[in-house]
């Protein structure tokens, strides 16, 4: 598979939340940075927060994923992030796939 045709993270983005909330966890889109709509400025989550998070149903423990294509790289506020938590009892991970994240959660 060449670059032109290698899957676009938002579509592994929509895989993964699709499975994971049918295999027993609740997670979301995330949105981090801000933007404007119209004369408004919406300020979301800090830069480098992970693109889907949420909490396994079996015992609340939290889900941070950032998602990547085949050849996609953490940015510098991304690794930071990761760094940030990594010490926390939470479920994170890089994804590239729905298995991946399976992965991920069934830590």
């Not at 119209?38 to 998602?67: Q, T």
């Not at 990547?68 to 953490?74: I, P, Q």
Request: aromatic fraction near 6%; include cysteine.
């Amino acid at each position: 598979m060449n670059l032109s045709e290698e899957q676009r993270e938002s579509d592994i983005q929509a895989d993964i939340i699709k499975t994971l909330n049918h295999l027993g966890c609740h997670v979301w889109r995330t949105n981090a940075g801000s933007f404007s709509k119209g004369n408004r400025h919406i300020a979301g989550l800090p830069a480098g927060y992970p693109d889907i998070s949420g909490h396994r149903d079996s015992d609340g423990k939290a889900i941070y994923i950032e998602v990547k294509n085949k050849t996609g790289k953490l940015r510098k506020v991304q690794e930071q992030f990761a760094l940030r938590i990594k010490d926390n009892d939470v479920l994170y991970g890089v994804a590239r796939s729905v298995e991946d994240a399976i992965k991920i959660v069934r830590r």
